[in-house]
């Protein structure tokens, strides 16, 4: 995913990320871009999954819709 301060690398993972270039850390919440439904999180060996209800799909954090929020 990419800083949208910067564009720069986010790391981390569920809805913590932070930029590697500018380092500021961000909130996300993701939505399913079908259904617009929030994905369950679900967390398998330290891995992150998200798997929407209503559509019953594994989604991936690129297709999903996504806000972000800048952490105080
Ligand atoms: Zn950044
Ligand atoms: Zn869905």
Known sequence: MECPECKGKLDGGGNSYA??????????????EICHGKPEMESHCGAVTFFCQSCRKLK???SMDKT?????
């Open 19 to 32: 930029c590697k270039s500018c380092g500021v850390e961000w909130q996300v919440d993701f939505s399913c």
């Open 60 to 62: 991936s954090r690129e």
């Open 68 to 72: 972000f929020t800048r952490k105080a």
